[in-house]
């Protein structure tokens, strides 16, 4: 198959959702050293606290503050989108519920809830 005929297929909202589901989860694992480190810095100690704090107002090296928020979001998103999508997943599976308009539906409720509690997060932590 060449790539020209690979980049005309249009995948159903279901494969979106499936293969989002897939880079949340990678996402997810490759940012675990940074997901690790704001858990043990915000309940360590008042001082760890305070360093963690400083580094979502202020940066850490060469990375500014707004890089550092934008990597959470970027985590928020992952974190709420695997879930949602992986309760879809348990749903299709303990149900039977596999059919063409149910996997359409529940793609759309995913994609949709995940962008929304993501913007709603993203506020909070950005304002």
Known sequence: MRLVDALQYRLPL???VSILHRA?????FMLMPFIVWMFDASL???????????????GVG??????V??????????YLHHFLAGLRHLWMDATHAVTREFGHQSAV???????????????????
């Open 44 to 58: 360590t100690s008042e001082i760890t606290y305070g360093q963690f704090v400083s580094v979502f107002s202020n």
């Open 69 to 78: 928020k934008l990597v959470a979001l970027a985590l928020i998103w992952a």
């Open 62 to 67: 060469w990375f500014g503050g707004w890089f």
């Open 109 to 127: 409720a995913t994609l949709a809830l995940s962008a929304l509690l993501t913007l709603a997060l993203g506020y909070k932590l950005f304002f």
């Open 24 to 28: 949340s989860g990678l996402v997810l």
């Open 14 to 16: 279901a494969g979106v």
